[in-house]
């Protein structure tokens, strides 16, 4: 569905870290890799980590989020955005999606924020996350943080080179996530980074992710630290990858550009596949294409049906996420929306959308998609 795509240069860099054998831990790519995502994202600071989990799970640590804490955290998002909140035994607290660019809800944020202190809880911290590479409605949750003076973590792990009137996402909150997991726009195979423009703050995930040694000639530890560093190997792929970081993107646009135009012309025949657009100023790098298929409005046809008969051709795809506060695992927890993210689990698609799919590919997928319309709809 996102398969890794390599390009000439990572082979370059990668043999130069054999080369000059820096292949442990830390090195030159790994200082040369932050400096690319600076100059790219325009953050002034940044930390190359061995996973974006890595990067959130720091973030919170620098926060001072403990245990006993409450963390909000957006509910339609990968398990990764909300896990760390536990590692550190805090509460996550979940708030909905908005319709827009199904991400946060400003005011179902508010609303949590404010029942939350009347309980007499300030949350320590708030997770949002740009969903499938759109950008959340940052300039009202920014307002709303601002408010309440609760700092925010961007978790911008899908989300590298899209960007809210030219900002790019990754430099909107106090502590910024970005993953190179070897499904997302660019892949180190496994990586993460943490962006900021706090200098102090950089500086101290850096010395927890390499174990907190403290200066000393021997080995001394007066913190607890974590083995979060990105390795000199690992980095020289990401350095690589920023090459082609701006065609990727151009890629996976014009992905969905043409399911637009497909399904434009299935909907001319009396459905509605639902394809998410972009807000005025909102620039997404459309890591993937995702639909909406309400059975209701296309004859009875459900994202089931549509997701079956593509793994029957053995063509990935995938349910949206199903949101936090539906998880076994966060039984439990504060959830504060009204049913946005529920309905979006239970009639959304992840379709095909990696910057590597060739005519031959869009062939069996448009072919098995106008299959299962046929199908269940003689037109």
Known sequence: MSSPHMGEMERVFVTEAFDTNWIAPLGPHVNGFEADLQEFTGASHAAALSSGTAAL?????????????????????????????????????????????????????????????????????????????MPAKMKEIIEIANKYDIPLIEDAA?????????????????????????????????????????????????????????????YQHSHIGYNYRMSNVVAAIGRGQMVVLEERVAARRANYERYVQFFGEINAKGFHIGLLPEPEGFFSNRWLTTVT??????????????????????I????????????????????????????????????????????????????????????????
């Not at 298929?293 to 053995?314: C, H």
């Not at 076994?328 to 095909?352: H, I, N, Q, R, T």
């Open 293 to 314: 298929i309400d059975p209701e409005r296309n004859k009875g046809i459900t994202r089931e049906d549509v997701r079956l008969a593509l793994d029957a051709e053995n």
């Open 158 to 218: 899908e989300a590298l080179g899209s960007h809210i009137i030219g900002k790019r996402c990754g430099t909107f909150g106090k502590l910024n996530i970005l993953s190179f997991n070897g499904n997302k726009i660019i892949t180190t195979s496994g990586g993460g980074a943490l962006l900021s423009e706090d200098v102090e703050l950089i500086q101290q995930a850096r010395f927890l992710a390499t174990q907190a040694r403290d200066n000393a000639p021997h």
């Open 57 to 133: 799970h720091l973030a919170l640590i620098l926060l001072g989020v403990v245990a006993g804490d409450e963390v909000i955290c957006q509910s339609f998002t990968f398990s990764a955005s909300a896990n760390p909140i536990v590692y550190q035994g805090a509460v996550p607290v979940f708030v909905d999606s908005e319709r827009e660019t199904w991400n946060m809800c400003p005011v179902q944020l508010e609303r949590a924020i404010v029942d939350r202190l009347a309980q007499g809880q300030k949350p320590k911290a708030i997770i949002v996350v740009h969903l499938y590479g």
């Open 316 to 379: 990935e795809s995938r349910p949206l996420w199903k949101p936090m506060h539906l998880q076994p695992v966060f039984a439990g927890s504060p959830f504060y929306g009204d049913g946005v993210s529920e309905k979006l689990f239970e009639d959304g698609l992840c379709l095909p959308s990696g910057s590597n799919l060739e005519e031959k590919d869009w062939v069996r997928i448009e072919e098995a998609l106008t299959c299962i319309i046929h199908k269940k709809n003689d037109f």
